[in-house]
């Protein structure tokens, strides 16, 4: 078992563009499973993107609680449908808030393998898996929410008239 440190805001690794991957090798393979055993390390973590780890490669993985899903250079090819929930980040701790996602998605990836594979996901998948993506772009959840929370609900402050 490899468990990585995960990086935390504020870390410039976190806001940068991750690299395509342009064969799927051992190390590839490797750095997968270190994704798989850092996030179930956790506790919490239902997505982990390499970035977060610190390694800027287009790979992530992603457990709603269906099983593992391992995909390398993940793709968005459709969306549709809208929701809105809850976000949090294993690089953000302790803070929350609501984001607009597309409710329905399909992914085109490569797995371990190097095989291509699409993956459609709906309700949590789909925002898990955009969530993700968004790693690998620099992107963080904080950057699309709509409302936020630290540990306890936080208050709108007083108006000036």
Do not use: W
Not at 79 to 102: F, H, K, N, T, Y
């Amino acid at each position: 078992m490899a468990v990585k440190i995960i990086r935390m805001e504020g870390d410039p690794v976190l806001r940068q563009v991750a690299k395509p991957i342009p064969e799927v090798t051992s190390n590839i393979q490797k750095l997968l499973t270190d994704l798989a055993d850092t996030m179930y390390d956790t506790g919490n973590g239902i997505g982990l993107a390499a970035p977060q780890i610190g390694i800027l490669k287009r790979a992530i993985v992603v457990d709603v609680g269906e099983g593992l899903i391992e995909l390398v250079n993940p793709e968005v090819v459709a969306s549709e449908g809208e929701q809105i929930g809850p976000e949090g980040c294993l690089s953000i701790p302790g803070v929350s808030g609501d984001v607009l996602r597309a409710n329905r998605v399909t992914v085109k990836a490569l797995n371990r393998h190097g095989e291509e594979f699409e993956i459609t996901g709906e309700g949590m998948l789909a925002r898990c898996l955009l969530h993700e993506i968004d790693h690998l772009n620099g992107i963080l959840f904080t950057d699309h929410v709509r409302r936020m929370a630290t540990g306890a609900e936080q208050r709108p402050g007083k108006r000036k008239k």
